[in-house]
């Protein structure tokens, strides 16, 4: 079955997740994110590829992070952005998700970024695009439901490969909600399509997905032995808007168990780095000297991400 996300040439025609996506693909992506990297790395240039054409934010689900790395990126491309936030009105007034899609089209929509809170909906929207004949509109998720975080996958990899190097080689633990976490499965695809040989997720058991070990994935219930002699700590946020009934007794209890303390962290390699992909619950997922240590590369993830959301729309758009 062809990849619904790839056109009949292999080119990438829209972001939906990154299970089954090449390898080539991602590397791609990685290495055009960093083409829009300054020298430095702590700047992203502003290039004039996307001139013309008009970017619609539709965020069914609140995400200030996110949305603004997007509109950040879609104008350093010279795009025009139009943010709508849709939870406040079309669907309030119980226009179908469709219906509102083909509202927007008509109003000459070249690219819609799309998050929200049921799993498949950017899904829907494309293949509603493709079957309607409207090939030219893309669509990049931006996190649905449970599902897929693209975008956030590939600034981690890109983040792990600017600290890193080699994929081949490497030790990357997931720590935290993994049930509830569309993060984590994405950062696992993009992980094992570009060859990390031991991702292990680390949490416990009501948070952990029964799914992980049919992706080859080892679980960890003891915070110590999941991350001794890692070399990447991708600490979770703890979804409470997503948990149904007592998972857990309490953040406190979370925290004293799977926080990662500066002691927790000296179990990984001296030179581990730790990412987040925020927001930060300090004191129930990290503690504040972890997160501001010299090991964190939070705010490095910050920069990375929108030169992979460049990259990406840039690529979508043909250029």
Do not use: C
């Not at 965020?59 to 010279?78: D, G, M, Y």
């Amino acid at each position: 079955m062809p990849n619904p996300q790839l056109n009949q040439h292999g080119e990438l025609q829209h972001l939906l997740a990154l299970r089954g996506l090449p390898r080539d693909v991602l590397v791609h992506i990685l290495d055009t994110a960093a083409s829009f990297l300054s020298v430095s790395d702590r700047e992203v240039k502003k290039v004039p590829i996307m001139r013309g054409k008009s970017v619609f934010n539709l965020f069914f689900e609140s995400s200030t992070r996110t949305r603004t790395t997007f509109e950040i990126a879609a104008k350093r491309l010279s795009a025009d952005v139009i943010n709508l936030n849709i939870a406040a009105s079309s669907a309030s007034k119980g226009e179908s998700l469709l219906d509102t899609i083909d509202n927007l089209t008509a109003m000459h929509a070249d690219m819609f970024v799309v998050r929200h809170a049921e799993s498949g909906a950017p899904f829907l929207i494309s293949q509603h695009l493709n079957t309607t004949g409207r090939h030219h509109i893309h669509v990049i998720n931006a996190g649905d439901g449970r599902h897929a975080h693209p975008t956030q996958g590939l600034l981690d990899v890109f983040t792990i490969r600017h600290h890193k190097g080699d994929f081949s080689r490497l030790q990357v633990a997931i720590v935290g909600d993994i049930l509830h976490s569309r993060v984590a499965r994405s950062d696992i695809h993009a992980l094992k399509t570009l060859g990390v040989p031991d991702v292990r997720v680390v949490g416990p058991r009501t948070l952990l997905s029964p799914e992980m070990l049919q992706m080859g994935i080892r679980t960890f219930n003891d915070m110590r032995e999941g991350l001794r002699d890692v070399d990447v700590i991708i600490m979770l946020r703890l979804q409470n808007e997503r948990m149904n009934g007592s998972l857990l007794p309490s953040a406190q209890e979370f925290f004293r168990n799977y926080g990662l303390t500066p002691e927790r962290l000296s179990l990984a390699r001296p030179d581990a780095i730790v990412m987040h992909p925020g927001p930060m619950n300090r004191g129930v997922e990290i503690d504040s000297a972890v997160a501001d240590g010299s090991q964190a590369v939070i705010l490095s993830q910050v920069t990375y991400g929108i030169a992979i959301r460049m990259a990406v729309m840039s690529i979508l758009a043909g250029n």
